[in-house]
């Protein structure tokens, strides 16, 4: 996805137009002209940005924990979160069923802009909307894209668009700053940098007289106290169903949690119990969304 992603942004809105069979000349001269400044912007945006991989069972654990910090009204505090990059693009592993999500988070002194891509077989959807977040304040802000489609009769309507991309930019976003956090926590995630584009490939593109961008990817899996979170959670759902009062030894989950300067403080997982400590391998994996 991210390399079809940044190529489409490379030559928006043309390849846009394109598609929809639409001739720049049809279009109002404003319509044109924010087109191509979003273009341009987007463009700048993923020349800095920093592109995380995010694997299947890390996934699972930052969406569990995600629901929990917003369950707990801990998403009003995002903004004060420090992001370890201004422009984060977040992907995850493509779903067996339904659209394949992505997300571009990012952060401008305290405000947090939170943009939605999705990808099917038919192709790559570039976002209808810009979601600014504050503190507990959000705002709804307008992609080009949308006056595009809604300039051309396409019957899409901004409450049909906040109903698409609200929901996944807010869960991308407090994946985003979970991740942020727990990856000052030694052993929660791990990460490793590779490049975006192999060596071979950049090669052939230079044959072909074009210079591919020299961009890395951090692909984010789970350490070994993030395997344990993993299965902490699990071990919670059997716990509920156990009569007896005392419980084998085993891994309690860690949490998020509001801190005394006003962000958000991480408690690792750790073991409780008076019975040796089993440990127990469980293959655990998420299919769709």
């Known amino acids: 996805m991210l390399a079809n992603l940044l190529d489409s942004y490379e030559r928006y809105p043309d390849i846009l137009l394109y598609l929809k069979g639409i001739d720049r000349a049809s279009l109002k001269p404003n319509?044109?002209?924010?087109?191509?400044?979003?273009?341009?912007?987007?463009?700048?945006?993923?020349?800095?940005?920093?592109?995380?991989?995010?694997?299947?069972?890390?996934?699972?654990?930052?969406?569990?924990?995600?629901a929990q910090m917003q369950e707990e009204g801990l998403d009003s505090m995002f903004s004060n979160v420090r992001l370890p990059f201004p422009a984060m693009f977040l992907t995850v592993p493509k779903p067996m069923v339904g659209a394949w999500p992505a997300a571009l988070i990012t952060q401008d002194d305290n405000i947090l802009y939170s943009q939605i891509?999705?990808?099917?077989?038919?192709g790559l959807f570039p976002n209808?909307?810009?979601?600014?977040?504050?503190?507990?304040?959000?705002?709804?802000?307008?992609?080009?894209s949308l006056a595009l489609s809604q300039a051309i009769g396409e019957n899409v309507t901004e409450e049909a668009a906040i109903k698409q991309e609200k929901s996944l930019c807010f869960d991308f976003l407090a994946i985003a700053v979970?991740?942020?956090?727990?990856?000052?926590?030694?052993?929660?995630?791990?990460?490793?940098?590779?490049?975006?584009?192999?060596?071979?490939?950049?090669?052939?593109?230079?044959?072909?007289?074009?210079?591919?961008?020299?961009?890395?990817i951090i692909k984010v899996k789970l350490g070994e106290l993030g395997r344990h979170q993993l299965e902490a959670t699990s071990d919670k759902h059997e716990a509920n169903e156990e009569i007896s009062p005392k419980?084998?030894?085993?891994?309690?989950?860690?949490?998020?949690m509001r801190n005394r300067s006003g962000g958000i403080s991480w408690r690792?997982?750790?073991?409780?119990?008076?019975?040796?400590?089993?440990?127990?391998?469980?293959?655990?994996?998420?299919?769709?969304y």
Request: hydrophobic share 35%; proline share 5%.
């Open 268 to 288: 690792n997982p750790h073991i409780r119990g008076a019975c040796p400590l089993l440990e127990q391998e469980r293959h655990i994996s998420s299919n769709e």
């Open 128 to 144: 209808l909307l810009i979601f600014k977040s504050q503190g507990a304040s959000v705002d709804v802000l307008h992609s080009p």
């Open 178 to 216: 979970g991740m942020s956090v727990l990856l000052e926590h030694k052993a929660m995630l791990v990460k490793e940098e590779v490049p975006v584009y192999p060596r071979a490939e950049r090669r052939r593109a230079r044959r072909s007289g074009r210079t591919l961008p020299n961009k890395s």
């Open 247 to 256: 419980r084998r030894t085993h891994w309690v989950q860690g949490h998020f």
């Open 31 to 66: 319509l044109i002209e924010s087109l191509d400044c979003h273009g341009k912007r987007q463009r700048e945006i993923f020349d800095f940005a920093q592109f995380y991989q995010i694997d299947e069972r890390a996934e699972i654990m930052l969406r569990d924990l995600s």
């Open 117 to 122: 891509y999705l990808a099917n077989n038919n």
